[in-house]
């Protein structure tokens, strides 16, 4: 029997009032698999990725997580979220918990972890993250790129099956962006399924299996890296490449 994909979402649609945002996207992804989505602003790519995790519900259509359909019964959503571990824009840290506070929260509330198992845990993933020395340092002790590397730690520390990157990079400043890109490569490089939202196409080239071109809420390229970076890919999405890379 065919190993169904680890997630894969059918015609997914997502409507915000009057305004639909998504338009019958679809999207399989392996195991193992890292996936870059790219796009203009306002073309629905964090739509999307919050719609593969339910924290944006599908208006219409279905994702499929190991191959049970997520979006039949909402009310699993917050288990589903265990195994999608996810990293916004913005940190979003605790700022009146250290580094290793911040990873270990969930791990002990959720997991049931003890305070010196999961103290184990968040140094393991500091040092993941190439900042063990970091452990006792509170957010607005750390730079910008040290934060969003504890906030892929935490994510890490739920042990999830696959990862989402909503702009991870966007709030960094220029010098930032690569330390973050480099700690996300080698979790791809581990075999983390991945789908990041992203404009950094050296990250694209470096580590992705895969491109999706979005724009107006509909999903108009799906190639994989070889063939998007070697040209082989529409005209509206070779325009945007132009845009972005000269």
Same mark, same amino acid.
């Given at each position: 029997?065919?190993?169904?994909?680890?997630?894969?979402?059918?015609?997914?649609?997502?409507?915000?009032?009057?305004?639909?945002?998504?338009?019958? $996207?679809?999207?399989?992804?392996?195991?193992?698999?890292?996936?870059?989505?790219?796009?203009?602003?306002?073309?629905?790519?964090?739509?999307?990725?919050? $719609? &593969?995790?339910?924290?944006?519900?599908?208006?219409?259509?279905?994702?499929?997580?190991?191959?049970?359909? !997520?979006?039949?019964? &909402?009310?699993?959503?917050?288990?589903?979220?265990?195994?999608?571990?996810?990293?916004?824009?913005?940190?979003?840290?605790?700022?009146?918990?250290?580094?290793?506070?911040?990873?270990?929260?969930?791990?002990?509330?959720?997991?049931?972890? $003890?305070?010196?198992?999961?103290?184990?845990?968040?140094?393991?993933?500091?040092?993941?993250?190439?900042?063990?020395?970091?452990?006792?340092?509170?957010?607005?002790?750390?730079?910008?790129?040290?934060?969003?590397?504890?906030?892929?730690?935490?994510?890490?520390?739920?042990?999830?099956?696959?990862?989402?990157?909503?702009?991870?990079?966007?709030?960094?400043?220029?010098?930032?962006?690569?330390?973050?890109?480099?700690?996300?490569?080698?979790?791809?490089?581990?075999?983390?399924?991945?789908? $990041?939202v992203t404009h950094e196409m050296g990250f694209a080239r470096r580590?992705?299996?895969?491109?999706?071109?979005?724009?107006?809420?509909?999903? !108009?390229?799906?190639?994989?890296?070889?063939?998007?970076?070697?040209?082989?890919?529409?005209?509206?999405?070779?325009?945007?490449?132009?845009?972005?890379?000269?």
């Open positions: 029997m065919k190993e169904p994909k680890l997630i894969e979402a059918i015609g997914v649609d997502k409507q915000f009032g009057d305004t639909k945002v998504l338009r019958n $996207c679809s999207l399989a992804v392996d195991v193992g698999e890292t996936v870059v989505l790219i796009g203009p602003s306002g073309s629905g790519k964090s739509t999307f990725l919050r $719609c &593969l995790n339910l924290l944006e519900p599908p208006t219409g259509g279905d994702v499929f997580f190991e191959g049970r359909n !997520i979006t039949s019964d &909402l009310r699993h959503a917050d288990r589903i979220r265990r195994d999608i571990g996810m990293v916004f824009q913005n940190f979003e840290l605790f700022q009146h918990l250290t580094a290793a506070e911040n990873i270990m929260l969930a791990p002990m509330r959720v997991l049931g972890l $003890c305070t010196a198992d999961a103290h184990d845990l968040a140094l393991d993933l500091l040092k993941k993250v190439h900042i063990p020395e970091r452990s006792d340092h509170y957010p607005d002790e750390l730079s910008g790129g040290q934060q969003q590397r504890v906030a892929i730690a935490r994510a890490l520390a739920m042990r999830p099956k696959m990862m989402l990157y909503d702009e991870p990079t966007s709030a960094l400043d220029p010098e930032m962006i690569r330390e973050v890109l480099d700690v996300m490569a080698e979790l791809s490089a581990d075999g983390m399924t991945s789908i $990041c580590a992705a299996d895969r491109i999706i071109f979005m724009e107006d809420g509909a999903i !108009i390229e799906n190639a994989n890296a070889a063939d998007f970076f070697g040209g082989l890919v529409n005209e509206r999405t070779q325009r945007f490449l132009d845009q972005i890379l000269h």
